[in-house]
């Protein structure tokens, strides 16, 4: 167990929906990181916070939006989906905002029909 | 964005081999992070690198941080059924406070 937790586990949605996804980083872990892993795919970086501040971007869609709330959980919301945006949504949380180890939480699966 | 060359993609290996994997790039990094995926499950820290020419164990593994700083090793030894998976290496760039960098990932397959 890493202790990021994320929620939730699953997620059955239909196309044009919006929903949103949440993840509790370690304690004492200030950044917080969106990964997207599609079906036999890497990781691809989404968005970092770091004490509730945007900190990087990666190749984040217009139509994904990200938040960390001062008791640093954050949300990462997903509207108007696409079959294609079905896929793993991972969460990580380090200490620090750039150097050091990224633990993951246990994912949410999305899936768009 | 940067690239990291992990290979091999994929290896099939009998029960007890012992397996080696790298990654490789023409950026210089600062730390290397070694990665294991289960499927459906979220990647677990295996290995931490943070100085050129360290190894580093963790039962049987072993990584080292290769000394030109481009690239990464790891090796299991005598290789066991619960060792499938996919292992990702990842690094932090030496311009610093940029996000890790990801390898595509290496899919172990044990026969038993």
């Known amino acids: 167990d890493s202790g990021v937790t994320q929620t939730p586990k699953h997620l059955i949605t239909a196309t044009g929906q919006r929903v949103t996804l949440r993840c509790s980083p370690r304690?004492?872990?200030?950044?917080v990181y969106w990964y997207q892993q599609s079906l036999d795919q890497g990781l691809q970086f989404l968005i970092q916070?770091?004490?509730?501040?945007?900190?990087a971007k990666g190749n984040i869609l217009e139509r994904f939006s990200a938040q960390q709330f001062p008791d640093l959980h954050s949300e990462l919301n997903l509207s108007s989906l696409e079959l294609g945006d079905s896929a793993l949504y991972f969460c990580?949380?380090?200490?620090?905002?750039?150097?050091?180890?990224?633990?993951f939480g246990p994912g949410t699966r999305l899936t768009v029909l | 964005g940067q690239q990291l060359n992990q290979s091999p993609q994929s290896m099939f290996i009998q029960e007890g081999e012992d397996v080696s994997m790298n990654c490789t790039s023409s950026?210089?990094?600062?730390?290397w992070l070694w990665y294991k995926q289960d499927p459906g499950e979220g990647p677990v820290l295996l290995i931490a690198?943070?100085?050129?020419?360290e190894l580093t164990s963790n039962g049987r593994l072993t990584a080292q941080f290769g000394i030109t700083r481009k690239d990464s090793f790891l090796n299991i030894s005598a290789s066991i059924p619960s060792d499938v998976g996919i292992y990702f290496c990842?690094?932090?760039?030496?311009?610093?406070?940029?996000?890790?960098?990801f390898g595509k990932g290496t899919r172990l397959s044990v026969i038993a």
């Open positions: 690198l943070y100085k050129a020419g």
């Open positions: 990842a690094g932090q760039l030496e311009s610093g406070n940029t996000p890790l960098v």
């Open positions: 304690s004492g872990d200030l950044s």
């Open positions: 916070y770091y004490n509730g501040e945007e900190r």
């Open positions: 990580a949380s380090s200490v620090s905002s750039g150097y050091g180890e990224q633990f």
């Open positions: 950026s210089i990094f600062n730390t």
